[in-house]
C-alpha cells in the first residue's frame, strides 16, 4: 500500500500529476481506477461517496484517486463525523485491496493529520505546458528526487481540469 500526496497552487498540475499516476500504474500493473474526478473518462468507477461497505472487483490492485481531498478530510473539522468516517474507511483501505491512494490539495496543511501521518511520498508541483516538474519527499520531507516531465498530448482530453470537487456526503456505514 502506498499513499501519495500531490501538492501545489492553483493551476500547478496537481490533477494532471494525479491522472498521469493512474494511467503509468494501470498500463503497468492492469489496475482499476477508483474516483471521485467525475470527468476522468479512463477511470473504472467514480464516486462522490466512499464507505467500508463499497464493493471492488477481486483479484486486481486498486488505485484510489481522490482530487481535492481536503473537501472530505478537511484538517479544521478533524472531529466532525465526516471526517471520522472518512478517516475510518482510509485506514482500512488495505483490506480492501487497494494498493495505491493518491490525492490532491491545494495546502498540505489543509488535510487532515491523520492522512499526512500516514502519506508516504509527497510530490510538490510546478506546470508549465508541455512540461510538469515534481519536487518528491518522503514522509519526513527528505528530498527523494526532482523530475521534469514532459506531459503526453493525450492526458488533456481525458479529463476536465475545471470539474469542482463537492462530496455528496460520506456513508456512515454500521459497525
Given at each position: 500500500m502506498l499513499i501519495?500526496?500531490?501538492?501545489g497552487?492553483l493551476g500547478?498540475?496537481?490533477?494532471?500529476?494525479?491522472v498521469?499516476?493512474?494511467?503509468?500504474?494501470?498500463?503497468i500493473?492492469n489496475s482499476y481506477?477508483i474516483?471521485n474526478?467525475e470527468?476522468y473518462?479512463n477511470?473504472?468507477m467514480h464516486?462522490?461517496?466512499?464507505?467500508?461497505?463499497?464493493?471492488?472487483p477481486?483479484?486486481?490492485?486498486?488505485?484510489?484517486?481522490?482530487?481535492?481531498?481536503q473537501a472530505?478530510?478537511d484538517?479544521?473539522?478533524?472531529?466532525?463525523?465526516?471526517?471520522?468516517?472518512?478517516?475510518n474507511?482510509?485506514?482500512q483501505?488495505?483490506?480492501?485491496?487497494?494498493?495505491?491512494m493518491?490525492?490532491t490539495s491545494?495546502?498540505?496543511?489543509?488535510?487532515d493529520?491523520?492522512?499526512?501521518e500516514?502519506?508516504?511520498?509527497k510530490?510538490i508541483?510546478?506546470?508549465?505546458?508541455?512540461?510538469?516538474?515534481?519536487?518528491i519527499t518522503?514522509?519526513?520531507?527528505?528530498?527523494?528526487?526532482?523530475?521534469?516531465?514532459?506531459?503526453?498530448e493525450?492526458?488533456?482530453?481525458?479529463?476536465?481540469?475545471?470539474e469542482?470537487q463537492i462530496p455528496k456526503y460520506?456513508?456512515?456505514?454500521e459497525?
Amino acid at each position: 500500500m502506498l499513499i501519495i500526496g500531490i501538492f501545489g497552487n492553483l493551476g500547478s498540475g496537481k490533477t494532471l500529476s494525479m491522472v498521469m499516476f493512474c494511467e503509468l500504474l494501470r498500463k503497468i500493473e492492469n489496475s482499476y481506477i477508483i474516483t471521485n474526478l467525475e470527468s476522468y473518462k479512463n477511470a473504472d468507477m467514480h464516486t462522490k461517496k466512499f464507505s467500508l461497505s463499497m464493493k471492488f472487483p477481486p483479484g486486481k490492485k486498486i488505485i484510489l484517486a481522490i482530487d481535492e481531498i481536503q473537501a472530505y478530510l478537511d484538517s479544521r473539522k478533524a472531529t466532525s463525523n465526516q471526517n471520522v468516517d472518512f478517516s475510518n474507511f482510509l485506514f482500512q483501505i488495505r483490506k480492501m485491496n487497494i494498493a495505491y491512494m493518491i490525492y490532491t490539495s491545494q495546502l498540505e496543511r489543509s488535510v487532515d493529520l491523520r492522512l499526512r501521518e500516514i502519506t508516504d511520498i509527497k510530490i510538490i508541483t510546478r506546470y508549465a505546458k508541455p512540461y510538469v516538474l515534481w519536487h518528491i519527499t518522503d514522509s519526513l520531507n527528505n528530498p527523494i528526487k526532482y523530475k521534469i516531465i514532459r506531459v503526453p498530448e493525450y492526458l488533456y482530453s481525458i479529463y476536465s481540469t475545471y470539474e469542482r470537487q463537492i462530496p455528496k456526503y460520506i456513508e456512515k456505514d454500521e459497525y
